[in-house]
């Protein structure tokens, strides 16, 4: 089975900056072709951050995000990472890590029902 692990969620102030970090059991996570980041505030539906698609090397974000946060790997580590810059309380949710083993098609990325393995979540709060 595979195992997604999500790390790095705590408490920050408005304008901070936090990197979440995704890692897999069972293979490579940098290996799927495509690895992404999902968020869910409380009472609201989850909602797309951005994903990694590697056959391609290309990145694609919310555009609630984009300019903030950036998705980045490292091989060597096993890890996907998401660097959160310019925090907003807006983006206080419990972020997810998912992977699919295939490519899909740009039209279909952004939907979670895709993606095969998820992770546990980890808790962003952004609050002074």
């Known amino acids: 089975q595979v195992q997604l692990v999500e790390s790095g969620g705590g408490l920050v102030q408005p304008g901070g900056s936090l990197t979440l970090s995704c890692t897999a059991s069972?293979?490579?996570?940098?290996?799927?072709?495509?690895v992404a980041w999902f968020r869910q505030p409380q009472g609201k539906e989850r909602e797309f951050v951005g994903t990694?698609?590697?056959?391609?090397?290309?990145?694609y974000y919310a555009d609630s995000v984009k300019g903030r946060f950036t998705i980045s790997k490292d091989n060597a580590k096993n890890t996907v990472f998401l660097q959160m810059n310019d925090l907003k309380p807006e983006d206080t949710a419990v972020y997810y890590c998912?992977?699919?083993?295939?490519?899909?098609?740009?039209?279909?990325?952004?939907?979670?029902?895709?993606?095969?393995?998820w992770g546990q979540g980890t808790q962003v709060t952004v609050s002074s």
């Open positions: 998912a992977v699919r083993n295939n490519d899909l098609i740009l039209s279909a990325l952004r939907d979670g029902r895709h993606y095969d393995y």
């Open positions: 069972g293979r490579t996570v940098t290996s799927y072709a495509l």
């Open positions: 990694l698609r590697r056959g391609l090397n290309t990145k």
